[in-house]
């Protein structure tokens, strides 16, 4: 049966190397070394450890109802990606873009898990402060330091990311461990300067929001006028989750089109032709955009640059696009894997959820967040 996480590290009474027996992922890192100038603890296990306990040493368990347990599993999970992307390079070690990984694994592992079960929401809000623990260190170096900013306070808590960028540099051994914190503590000042700390960045209205995040030269604090005229839903999510059904009930009134339906009514395979089949499908789309019809764009949409791709040619029309995310339970997508009747190769599906990039906040002019259970839907928000 499953656990809910958050209730075994009460059990555990967050004992890290309890926990960490328990996950065979946390006790993989005893083997990865650091570059001891940055981190003279030693290992990536003794390093999380120190982090840990750091958390739960400080009053930041003074927050409120799941904001702790958020905090905690972000800790446990921020250097994971490390089991993956450290390597030697011109005689140190290092690891690059181990934030990136670290989200994307550990989404995957509480995704597919059979012991453990962390609620979507929950899951999300851990992912991206591990996709975003470095920037409260690094900010300094963006070259759009607000913009920086303003996208990850529509992503995570930044009271929790400060919390976390505090304890890694507490739970660590290093020569600039003055001048990092405070540099954190200088990303929390401006970060409440810039009005994004202990909130999201408010926009004048969704459109502006919306050529923000698409344009980093408008300013934040302009108002500019919605000049949208049509509606485009992109639907986004894994292979089985539900999108089909979702748009029968909730978008049966609009035009659809399925890049699955080309390849059925042209007998098509993915990997015969899957460029001809999006080719089709954009120019059916640009049909409608033309025209200035509402439409639906249905397919997996689960990499980031593709869902900009689309966002940015529908746009150029006029259309507000809308992203809808639909999930369904990993267990339910093998089920009705095995009953339909082009089913895919089921490691093929795993290599969809590691590579899967999540649907952002501020990705489209509205976006919707969907959990699928026995044809049943849940919002989400974020």
């Known amino acids: 049966m499953t656990k809910n996480f958050f209730v075994f590290l009460e059990e555990k009474n967050y004992c890290f190397d309890e926990i960490a027996q328990s996950i065979p992922m946390l006790e993989k890192l005893k083997n990865i070394k650091q570059n001891p100038y940055h981190h003279g603890e030693g290992s990536v296990y003794c390093h999380t450890k120190l982090v840990c306990e750091v958390i739960l040493e400080k009053d930041f368990f003074a927050l409120k109802g799941s904001q702790k347990n958020i905090l905690f599993t972000a800790a446990l999970f921020h250097d994971i990606g490390k089991l993956y992307c450290t390597k030697i390079e011109n005689g140190s070690i290092v690891s690059p873009f181990h934030s990136k990984k670290g989200e994307k694994l550990f989404r995957a592992f509480f995704y597919k898990n059979e012991s453990f079960s962390i609620p979507v929401k929950e899951r999300e809000q851990i992912a991206?402060?591990?996709?975003?623990?470095?920037?409260p260190m690094h900010f300094l170096q963006k070259e759009n330091m607000d913009f920086s900013l303003i996208r990850a306070s529509w992503c995570v808590e930044m009271k929790l990311l400060y919390f976390l960028a505090l304890a890694d540099i507490q739970g660590r051994i290093c020569h600039d461990k003055r001048g990092l914190l405070q540099t954190v503590f200088y990303f929390g000042e401006y970060a409440n300067e810039i009005e994004c700390f202990d909130r999201k960045k408010a926009f004048a209205n969704d459109y502006t929001k919306w050529k923000y995040f698409q344009n980093h030269t408008i300013g934040h604090c302009c108002q500019l006028f919605d000049a949208t005229s049509f509606d485009v839903v992109v639907l986004c999510g894994l292979?089985?989750?539900?999108?089909?059904?979702?748009?029968?009930?909730?978008?049966g009134h609009m035009h659809c089109i399925s890049l699955d339906d080309l390849r059925e009514k042209y007998k098509i395979s993915p990997s015969e032709g899957s460029k001809k089949i999006v080719?089709?499908?954009?120019?059916?789309?640009?049909?409608?955009?033309?025209?200035?019809?509402?439409?639906?764009?249905?397919?997996?949409?689960?990499?980031?640059?593709?869902?900009?791709?689309?966002?940015?040619?529908?746009?150029?029309?006029?259309?507000?696009?809308t992203f809808v995310y639909i999930e369904g339970e990993y267990t339910a997508l093998l089920h009705r894997n095995e009953v339909r009747e082009r089913t895919i190769?089921?490691?093929?599906?795993?290599?969809?959820?590691?590579?899967?990039?999540?649907?952002?906040?501020?990705?489209?002019?509205?976006?919707?967040?969907?959990?699928?259970?026995?044809?049943?839907f849940y919002e989400i928000s974020f």
């Open 128 to 135: 991206n402060l591990i996709a975003f623990h470095m920037l």
């Open 239 to 251: 292979p089985l989750a539900g999108k089909d059904t979702y748009i029968k009930k909730h978008l």
């Open 279 to 321: 080719q089709m499908a954009i120019e059916k789309a640009k049909q409608s955009l033309r025209k200035k019809q509402d439409f639906v764009w249905n397919a997996t949409n689960i990499i980031f640059d593709t869902r900009q791709k689309l966002c940015q040619l529908f746009s150029n029309y006029g259309a507000r696009v």
């Open 345 to 376: 190769p089921e490691n093929v599906l795993n290599q969809m959820i590691d590579k899967m990039d999540f649907l952002q906040n501020y990705e489209g002019y509205q976006n919707k967040y969907f959990v699928s259970e026995q044809n049943h």
